[in-house]
Nanobody, 118 residues
Framework: QVQLVESGGGLVQPGESLTLSCAASGIIFSRYSTAWYRQGPGKQREFVARITTGGATEYADSVKGRFTISRDNAKNTVYLQMESLTPEDTAVYYC????????????WGQGTQVTVSS
C-alpha cells in the first residue's frame, strides 16, 4: 500500500519559516519525482515546487527565492523549506509523487495545513 504522509504544518506569523516533510512508503522512492502543491481557501490547487529523481528543481514564481524543495532518498522523504511566509501562503499543502518512467503511477498525500497569520 502506497502512502505519502505530510507533516510539519501549523500556525506561524508573517515572516517566519516552516519546513514540511513528506514520508513515502510502498514505493521505490528514488524512482519517483516528487512535488508540493497547495490549495488556499476558495482557490484551486496549484503547483508549488518539484524535484526530479536527478535532483533538478522547479518552483512556482510566487515562491521562488523563498521556498526550497529537497529530498533524502535514504529516508524516503521530500522536504519543503519555507521562509518569509506571508498570509498568501496559507493553504493545505499536498505532497505528490509520480514515477519517472511510468507517469500513470502517481500518488497524493492527505495534506497538511499551513496558516500564516498575525
Amino acid at each position: 500500500q502506497v502512502q505519502l504522509v505530510e507533516s510539519g504544518g501549523g500556525l506561524v506569523q508573517p515572516g517566519e519559516s516552516l519546513t514540511l516533510s513528506c514520508a513515502a512508503s510502498g514505493i521505490i522512492f528514488s524512482r519517483y519525482s516528487t512535488a508540493w502543491y497547495r490549495q488556499g481557501p476558495g482557490k484551486q490547487r496549484e503547483f508549488v515546487a518539484r524535484i526530479t529523481t536527478g535532483g533538478a528543481t522547479e518552483y512556482a514564481d510566487s515562491v521562488k527565492g523563498r521556498f526550497t524543495i529537497s529530498r533524502d532518498n535514504a529516508k524516503n522523504t521530500v522536504y519543503l523549506q519555507m521562509e518569509s511566509l506571508t498570509p498568501e501562503d496559507t493553504a493545505v499543502y499536498y505532497c505528490y509523487a509520480n514515477h519517472s518512467t511510468f507517469w500513470t503511477l502517481a500518488y497524493w498525500g492527505q495534506g497538511t495545513q499551513v496558516t500564516v497569520s498575525s
